[in-house]
């Protein structure tokens, strides 16, 4: 019986503890998505107000200088980059681009250029198209962060609160042993320390149940 009550406390623990990390991860994940949509939309704009149609190369190392983790491409009509703030040399044609073809919008993909997945967003200024992006790694490695810190925390919580279930049904059960041997010791009725704590108490109340009966007042 103890045992079992200490498994379905753990287990209630347990699942509680992982619920409430999945609801921490979803808002986690939830709150990093909305803010790299305002980041990205800031920017953009940050981007559209320095490039007055000439001076593209240094809008890219001014916002690149400011957050280099953002990478600023701006493109011509025609689809030829003008400057990037990626160091590779960029000769395709980016007009088939998402994020070209609807501007404004925000868009998900994977960067040949940069290796990796990433945000994109585009607007239309000065007769050309200014591009910002930023990696959606970033997004991902601080949710994988709170799952494993999460998991250890877990971890040590379910311990805790095991011992800390053990801690007190030992003290209660003592409380029980504690009575047992004093009924024991009056009426000289031997219960084995081998038998379980239900097992004694069943014994016990059943012994002073036979006592009651044997007594005096019960003798006719």
């Known amino acids: ?14 699942s509680s503890l992982f619920l409430m990390l999945m609801i ?11 803010n790299a949509r305002i980041k990205l939309n800031e920017y953009l704009q940050m981007a559209s107000r320095l490039y007055d149609g000439d001076n593209a190369n240094k809008t ?19 689809g030829n ?12 044609n980016h007009l088939d681009r998402p994020e070209l073809k609807n501007l404004n ?24 198209y200014i591009r910002v992006s930023i990696p959606e790694a970033k997004v991902d490695n601080e949710v994988f962060e ?3 810190l999460g998991s250890l925390a877990l971890v040590v919580i379910l311990g805790l609160s095991i011992l800390i279930i053990l801690y007190y ?28 704590d239900e097992e004694k108490l069943a014994r ?10 044997q007594s005096p007042m019960y003798l006719v």
């Open 146 to 148: 709170l799952l494993w």
């Open 204 to 213: 016990s109340r059943s012994e002073e149940h036979t006592s009651e009966l």
């Open 24 to 34: 921490s991860c979803i808002f986690v994940v939830v709150n990093n998505q909305n």
């Open 60 to 78: 890219v190392e001014t916002l690149f200088s400011l957050e280099s983790n953002i990478r600023i491409t701006i493109i011509d009509k025609n």
């Open 1 to 14: 019986m103890r045992k079992k009550l200490i498994i379905i406390n753990a287990i209630v623990v347990f």
């Open 169 to 196: 049904n030992k003290r209660a059960f003592a409380t029980l042993n504690l009575q047992i041997m004093k009924f024991s010791d009056l009426t000289g009725i031997n219960i084995s320390s081998e038998s379980t």
């Open 81 to 92: 980059v003008l400057a990037d703030s990626s160091k590779s040399s960029i000769e395709t």
């Open 105 to 128: 919008t925000i868009y998900t993909r994977y960067s040949d250029t940069l290796g990796l997945n990433m945000l994109y967003l585009a607007c239309e200024d000065n007769n050309a």
